[in-house]
């Protein structure tokens, strides 16, 4: 059987600006597709790179006083950093200054030339060189650059050049967009390409002679190749036309260019025009996402709103970054970037949610079977609901990533997360674990058979928390390894692994409350000593059996709207707590907090949920605070 192969391209980068968040972005996605591939058996080629002639990276060079490719060296180095930062596992970075692409850009100028598809004239218009871009008089608007996002200034060009006939190809071209409803996705941006081409294409100007940087034209040396013929050949180089046949014949269609949606016109149109003028077949899927936005704007560096992801890296780490890249932007569609929107997700879904779902497990684990995962009796219906869930997760999570869905797949995965995190506290193992060791077996297995799962499901997500979690959990090699196919059978975790507690996958990010202003002691509060209650004895208070505890969970309670159920750690124990909280605490501050609770307290039904114990808050006024020991004391330790 012939191996299954997967192709997929982000653009290349020009080196002229510094890399942003928004770069970020199409990589990063592109990096998750290439992963799951991988993890779903195929041979992967993940393309990237840098698109480094033209006359904007001349005349950057010149204004500094050096040569282009002394201009473009070290920003193209330090694009690759940001990848290694952000843990991009491409397979090719192609450079179009590199030998083997300038050979096949000339090769196919003068394949087409030969055809008869590319002729000499006189060119007569306007070019935008920010956007690389030729534009008609009627096209500019108020005499500037028609780009919404661009709207610089334009200028008027007059040469002698090389025209490619795209006119000839628009039936063409149509005909193979309607009947094949995957090459422009999604949808939206098919409507907008089919009506340009509709309003008539223009043969394009393909070659420049007033500057020199780029690919001469095989045929005519004064020329220079246009930049955006020389950069979208950039995808037959790296899949290794004229130079691997073999590798061509392997990865030739492309499954997937990602791009972002000013550049669709470039990659659905010009692009498939020169591939049919070439009679070679068109890559499968050209999706159109959409921007990552500052305050509604694109982030420009013209626009001075860019956000450099090294820094966010340094302060958050690669995989919240990524995490939040991939689950926060409905793909295909704008989405806003904020600090406060990454810190969020940081604090609820990877610490909350995730970091705690395996710490608990893990601290559980320790106490009830000195960190080896016991051999499962016999499942109850608890069990087989959450290994339903997690078959019914994988499926999904594979549709959606298979369809392009990218967020909707990220979030199938945090369903059996907090699915597992509620067969916690519905099995509570803290009392089977007095009453019925066997099923606590059994509910410690399936814990940890799900965590093996969700470690295997964030492998494309975020590949070092899955292999730090895969390493966690006892198991050897990298999560990169395995294959979704062996999560489609129940059990796969093996019975009597060791187990290791190591420290919170994801540390809570403490957020600067803008309103930290003190509030002064209200009179009621200096008043109330009158109304102090009766008088006890110390041994009255000695009965108090006071904890310090850490809060390793909190969620709002299901019927009431002022409570919120903790789950907390006291020493070796795990608690369930119902507190009043809800009007001065959101759940995802309060986690890894330490506070004091009343241990001793005799356990009650809050609205239908156990509380087993009370935790200390001061209270003044409608003001209130969590009371917590001033040093870091470690939980269990007395009160007194
Ligand atoms: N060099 C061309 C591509 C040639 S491909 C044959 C180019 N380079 S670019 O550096 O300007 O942009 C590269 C990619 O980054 C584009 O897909 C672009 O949409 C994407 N992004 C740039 N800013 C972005 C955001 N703010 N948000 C999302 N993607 C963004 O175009």
């Known amino acids: 059987m012939s191996e299954k192969t997967y192709c997929l391209s982000t653009p290349i980068y020009y080196p002229s600006d510094k890399l942003h968040i928004g770069h970020s972005y199409t990589t990063t996605i592109a990096d998750a597709i290439a ?29 500094k006083g050096v040569t282009p490719l002394e201009y473009v060296d070290p920003i193209v180095d330090s694009f690759k950093e940001l990848w290694r930062m952000l843990n991009i596992s491409y397979d090719d970075f192609i450079r179009t200054t590199e030998p083997r692409h300038q050979k096949v850009v000339q090769e196919i100028f003068r394949r087409i030339w030969e055809k ?5 004239s006189e060119y007569e218009g306007w070019y935008c060189t920010p956007c690389e871009t030729f534009w008609l008089e009627r096209q500019l608007i108020d005499g500037k650059c028609p780009n919404p996002d661009c709207g610089r200034p334009v200028e008027l060009t007059k040469e002698e050049s090389y025209f490619f006939r795209l006119s000839k190809y628009a039936d063409r071209l149509l005909e193979h967009i309607e009947t094949h409803p995957e090459f422009i996705r999604p949808e939206s941006r098919k409507n907008e390409m089919v009506a340009f081409i509709k309003s008539g294409l223009e043969d394009l100007c393909i070659s420049r002679t007033t500057f020199d940087w780029g690919i001469p034209v095989p045929i005519d040396e004064g020329h220079v190749i246009y930049v955006w013929f020389d950069a979208l050949s950039n995808y037959l180089t790296s899949a290794g036309l004229f130079q691997d046949e073999e590798r061509f014949a392997q990865f030739w269609p492309a499954d997937l260019h990602l791009v972002g949606k000013e550049i669709m016109r470039f ?40 956000i450099d992801p090294i820094e966010l890296i340094n302060e958050f780490g690669a995989d919240p970054l990524r995490y939040f890249l991939l689950r926060e932007i409905s793909f295909g569609s704008d989405g806003n970037f904020s600090r406060e929107a990454l810190i969020k997700r940081l604090n609820a879904d990877l610490a909350n949610d995730l970091g705690n779902l395996l710490h608990r497990s893990t601290a559980m684990l320790g106490k009830y079977y000195d960190f080896i995962v016991p051999e499962p009796g016999a499942y109850q219906e608890l069990d087989l609901k959450l290994q339903t869930l997690a078959r019914e997760v994988l499926d999904n999570y594979r549709t959606y990533f298979d369809n392009l869905e990218i967020n909707d797949a990220v979030a199938e995965v945090w369903r059996l997360i907090a699915a597992a995190n509620k067969y916690i506290d519905e099995s509570a193992p803290w009392v089977l674990a007095k009453t019925d060791r066997e099923r606590l077996a059994t509910v410690m297995y399936t814990l940890f058979e799900t965590l093996r799962q969700v470690a295997v499901l964030i492998g494309p997500l975020m590949p070092a928390t899955a292999d730090k979690m895969w390493s966690l959990l006892g198991l050897s090699g990298s999560v990169q390894d395995c294959r979704f196919n062996q999560l489609e059978a129940w059990g796969g975790y093996p019975a009597g692994t060791k187990v290791t507690q190591g420290p919170p996958l994801f540390p809570r990010v403490e957020v600067e409350s803008a309103d930290k202003e003190e509030t002064p002691v209200t009179t009621e509060a200096a008043q109330t000593l009158s109304d102090l209650k009766e008088e006890i004895t110390i041994d009255d208070f000695a009965k108090l059996d006071l904890r310090v505890a850490k809060i390793i969970k909190a969620e709002p309670h299901p019927n009431a709207d002022r409570l919120l159920k903790l789950q907390v750690q006291v020493g070796p124990e795990e608690r369930q707590i119902v507190a009043g909280i809800a009007e001065h605490y959101k759940p995802e501050e309060l986690i890894g907090k330490t506070i004091v609770i009343v241990a001793n307290l005799k356990p009650a039904k809050l609205r239908g949920e156990i509380s087993q114990g009370m935790l200390l808050a001061a209270s003044a006024g409608d003001q209130l605070a969590l009371i917590t020991p001033e040093k870091e004391i470690p939980s269990g330790g007395r009160v007194k």
């Open 35 to 63: 992963r799951y591939r991988r993890m779903s058996g195929y041979k992967v080629l993940f393309m990237t790179g840098s698109d480094e002639h033209g006359q904007k990276i001349e005349r950057k060079a010149k204004e």
């Open 116 to 120: 008869g598809d590319i002729y000499k």
């Open 267 to 306: 990659h659905t149109i010009i692009w498939p025009i020169m591939l049919m003028a070439l009679d070679l077949p068109l890559p499968k899927t050209v999706f159109g996402h959409g921007w990552l936005v500052l305050d509604g704007g694109k982030m420009s560096k013209s626009k001075g709103n860019v």
